[in-house]
């Protein structure tokens, strides 16, 4: 009989959902927490020394945001441009970006004003930038340069 009510209350016991709300996903033995979310409109991002630089969604213009505190993200500068950008990477404060009219410039983003530091005219369509060993690789239709 102790028999018969112990097998139907294991079985009782293990037809019950055991899911306990922590506050992260362990997702292959990785924690994973969701912080906070902020509205903006753009579609890439880079981040070096707890700064965020986002480039806006009609790829114009790059704005700087202090990621210092997670919980309040406040916008240090923008660097407006007319021409449009696909693509950007940064490197010791500066921005190397590929734009569809001049190629490559490169944009001081150390102080609240960034400038237009300077600008390599590639002529031809380009896409994307990578920077690896003091050199920018960038991608275009059918071509790769490097530049030093």
């Known amino acids: 009989m102790y028999r018969k009510l112990i097998f139907i209350a294991f079985i009782f016991i293990s037809c019950i959902d055991f899911d306990i709300d922590a506050p992260y996903e362990d997702i292959n033995g990785i924690y994973l927490e969701h912080v906070t979310s902020y509205n903006f409109v753009g579609w890439k991002i880079a981040v070096e020394n707890q700064k965020g630089y986002i480039l806006d969604l009609g790829e114009t213009d790059i704005v700087c945001y202090d990621f210092a505190d997670v919980y309040r993200i406040d916008t240090v500068s923008l660097y407006r441009s007319v021409y449009q950008k696909p ?40 896409y994307s930038i990578a920077l690896f060993n003091k050199h920018a690789y960038i991608a275009g239709y059918s071509e790769l340069y490097t530049i030093d």
């Open 87 to 126: 693509d950007f990477a940064f490197s010791d404060g500066y921005a190397y970006i590929v734009s569809q009219n001049l190629g490559l410039e490169i944009v001081d983003f150390n102080s609240t004003d960034p400038r237009l530091s300077g600008f390599l005219r590639i002529y031809g369509p380009v």
